[in-house]
């Protein structure tokens, strides 16, 4: 009796092997894994998405190098009032559009999309995956910026869910912005213009310098940009407890649209 007559079930191939595509949520769950595995590893990004803002909070609420306006829905008067929801934005550009695009244009030049290209997985799957890990990595950001910002005597206001859907579109936002750039862009353009950026929109931001500093035709300008809206809404709710911000929300859900539309279109894995 030959092995198929004693099992009819290996005649049917019951137990050989099915290669083929994971399901795609499952696909993405893996690569989120293992982005977000890398971006918590690399040192520099660290340096960029969690030393940078903290040092910026701790400086400028301790020291007056800017004047900020500090009145508060509470009266407190404090600098740590104004600066905090800045540098949570902050915090989202640098991992959302800064960390993110440089390490993504690296791995563009060293082969890595390539490899993935080859893989079942789509692009915008890679693009879903990457945001997920920022989004991972922001949750700690926003966890350490505000034990040291409650530290230093900050008093927030306002309705958590609207922070979360304002630092959701912010991510989104950045998130596009920055793929984009990293997909169409050398390695070491890349590097160049994310820093560059990231100075810029630190000084001209409203992250840490009030747009009312600047004249009235740049103040309008500067407010259309992600940056300014999202540090806007969030100062909005956090410092004087105002209730959604549809303007800031607006602008962000603008970019987020334009930047991860734009990406998708001309994201190029090598």
């Known amino acids: 009796m030959t092995a198929t007559e004693a099992d009819p079930a290996a005649a049917t191939g019951t137990f050989t092997p099915r290669p083929g595509a994971a399901p795609l949520p499952r696909m993405i769950r893996a690569q989120a894994a293992l982005e977000t595995r890398m971006l918590l590893r ?18 400028f609420s301790a020291v007056d190098i800017v004047a900020v306006p500090t009145e508060t829905a509470g009266g407190s008067g404090r600098a740590v009032d104004f600066l905090a929801p800045g540098i949570l934005a902050l915090a989202v550009m640098s991992t959302a559009f800064t960390g993110q695009a440089i390490a ?26 990457k945001t997920c890990a920022v989004l991972v990595t922001e949750v700690l950001q926003v966890a350490l910026l505000t034990a040291v910002a409650l530290a230093l005597g900050w ?25 984009l750039m990293a997909g169409t862009l050398k390695a070491e353009a890349t590097l160049a213009a994310a820093n560059l950026v990231f100075l810029l929109l630190l000084v001209g931001g409203g992250v840490i310098v009030p747009l009312t500093k ?57």
């Open 42 to 59: 690399n040192g520099e990004q660290l340096l960029l998405t969690v030393v940078i803002p903290t040092l910026l909070l701790v400086l």
């Open 104 to 129: 993504t244009g690296f791995e563009r030049r060293y082969g890595v999309l390539k490899r993935l290209a080859a893989s079942p997985l789509p692009r915008w799957g890679l693009m879903t995956a």
């Open 155 to 179: 008093s927030p206001h306002g309705n958590p869910l609207w922070v979360a859907l304002l630092l959701l579109l912010g991510t989104a936002a950045f998130s596009g912005l920055g793929l």
């Open 214 to 270: 600047f004249p009235e035709a740049v103040q309008t300008v500067l407010g259309l940009l992600p940056i300014a809206a999202l540090s806007d809404g969030l100062r909005g709710v956090l410092q004087h407890g105002a209730g959604l911000p549809l303007a800031d929300l607006g602008i962000l859900a603008a970019w987020a649209v334009l930047g991860l539309g734009a990406a998708a279109a001309f994201f190029r894995w090598e």
